[in-house]
């Protein structure tokens, strides 16, 4: 391992390089990428690298950019590339066509609001629009996660009983633009970790088309599928955490990371970096002696619901905090996790949405509210400005 100090953004360019590099030995790498702030410095350094047996293709769009990695994967070689924002908008029908093919692409996605009216700071909501394709997602809280879990994601979604895509998220500038010492793993590891590509369903001289006309019966048989897949994925992904530590010496997170949660009366809910400044507020309210916890969510799909019920069942309010908002109906992560735990007491709030800092005294605001309560109500919007 080689620490090295790297933006999220070059760190995750670094990871998927080695990853494409551990196939040379089956069917090689490629990539299409397209730019889009804040990510558009990882695909610049992709670019740049060396990559035996690989090939980055520079292209008109982002919906191209996934047709590109469609086109490489279903040939059998590992796949990856990133977007953002309106990018990812422009690339959702090949962003489902991707799982609904069972192509196990790997896109980092860099979280930043939609517009217009245009802004570039980071909001959940462009990925969370696409929580229903059939990707995996995982959304990360520093730049050491954002490059182990790219390595992790080939390996998980590879894996001959998932063969899904995976959507590694990571937070606008707060962690792209962010330079973190980060250790870079070296390339005989990754050759360990990521064993040469089998695609079992690749395209070979016998095949002509793929996706033709499903029938209604055959349409409900593949989205089981997909379902059953996603139910599946939980085990497997503690094999991949597993065979990471052996490999790397570092552990990958739980779908669900708790933080001082054993007595909590109270606990915050939330995603991303946010995680690191619940923890900073349950340490401050401890001192206080209100007995407060955290919960970082890093699994968003599969939605990590009887790990959430379990670790929950005992608190007796909760804040959920999401950087996200649904129009009409609220917070994502709120409306997923009061859908799958029943929490009678789970209030909603919505943070630093549109990009603005989400920071110790915004949080201890919301368990302020929270510990006021006795009943939960709607979502509110915590204004951070």
């Not at 606990?267 to 970096?273: F, L, P, Q, R």
Request: proline content about 5%; some cysteine; hydrophobic content about 45%.
């Amino acid at each position: 391992m080689s620490v090295q100090l790297l933006t999220a953004n070059h760190a995750a360019a670094m990871a998927a390089a080695s990853a494409g590099r551990a196939n040379r030995t089956a069917r090689g790498f490629g990539s299409g990428v397209y730019p889009i702030t804040p990510q558009t410095e990882c695909i610049e350094y992709l670019s740049g690298l060396e990559i035996e047996r690989g090939k980055v293709v520079l292209v008109e769009s982002e919906h191209s950019a996934m047709a590109v990695c469609m086109g490489f994967s279903l040939g059998g070689a590992r796949s990856f590339t990133a977007s953002s924002s309106n990018g990812l908008a422009y690339m959702a029908e090949n962003v489902y066509a991707a799982s609904a093919y069972r192509l196990p692409i790997v896109m980092m996605a860099v979280n930043r609001t939609l517009g217009p009216p245009w802004n570039i700071w980071v909001d959940h909501g462009d990925t969370l629009m696409l929580r229903d394709m059939g990707w995996v997602q995982v959304y990360c809280e520093d730049n050491q996660e954002v490059h182990d879990m790219l390595l992790a994601a080939f390996r998980l979604g590879e894996d001959p009983r998932v063969l899904l895509p995976v959507m590694v998220c990571q937070d606008a500038f707060v962690l792209s633009h962010t330079l973190m010492s980060t250790d870079v793993a070296e390339q005989p590891a990754v050759d360990a970790f990521l064993p040469p590509l089998q695609l079992p369903h690749r395209l070979d001289t016998r095949a002509r088309t793929v996706g033709g006309l499903d029938f209604p019966h055959e349409a409900e048989v593949h989205r089981r599928q997909l379902h059953e897949t996603m139910g599946r994925l939980p085990l497997v992904w503690k094999e991949v955490q597993a065979a990471f530590v052996e490999t790397f010496g570092r552990t990958l997170p739980d779908p669900v990371v708790g933080y001082r949660l054993e007595d909590a009366d109270v606990a915050i809910v939330c995603m991303g970096t946010t995680a690191a400044t619940a923890r900073v507020v349950v340490d401050q309210l401890r001192a206080e002696g209100i007995n407060a916890g955290s919960l970082r969510v890093v699994m968003m799909r599969p939605f990590p619901g009887e790990a959430l019920r379990e670790a929950l069942a005992h608190v007796a309010k909760v804040a959920v905090v999401d950087r996200d908002l649904s129009p009409g109906i609220g917070g994502i992560l709120w409306t997923e996790l009061c859908g799958t735990t029943g929490h009678p007491m789970a209030q909603g709030y919505i943070v630093g949405i549109g990009g603005g800092d989400v920071r110790p005294e915004h949080l201890a605001r919301v368990v302020a509210d929270l510990r006021g309560r006795s009943t939960a109500g709607q979502p509110l919007i915590v204004e951070v400005a």
